[in-house]
């Protein structure tokens, strides 16, 4: 199951990405992933969402995309930086 592995590494690169600022909360998570990727998308949406369920993340949303292809792609992070003017 490779499925989980890419949510693995989709969640690293989440984590890094709001690491530098430890104030920042990931809100939402969005990927884009190819119809030829050889991913199963609903396998992937579910190991995604229980990896996003917990810490560092607490309930983080998965943004699933798909389009035509072979790439899986981070397209953006949704984050909440504290600051009370958002």
């Known amino acids: ?3 989980l592995s890419l949510a ?3 969640c690293r690169i989440a984590e890094a ?3 530098p600022h430890p104030a920042r909360a990931v ?3 969005a990927v884009e992933v190819g119809k030829d ?3 199963e998308l609903e396998n992937f949406r579910f190991c ?3 990896l ?3 810490v560092p993340f607490a309930g983080a949303r998965a ?3 798909t389009l035509p292809g072979t790439d899986l792609r981070v397209t953006h992070l949704e984050v909440d930086d504290g600051r009370p003017d958002d």
């Open 52 to 54: 996003l369920s917990d």
């Open 17 to 19: 990405s709001a690491a």
């Open 63 to 65: 943004e699933l995309t």
């Open 37 to 39: 990727a050889g991913i």
């Open 27 to 29: 809100r939402a998570v």
């Open 1 to 3: 199951m490779h499925e």
């Open 8 to 10: 693995l590494e989709v």
């Open 48 to 50: 995604l969402e229980a």
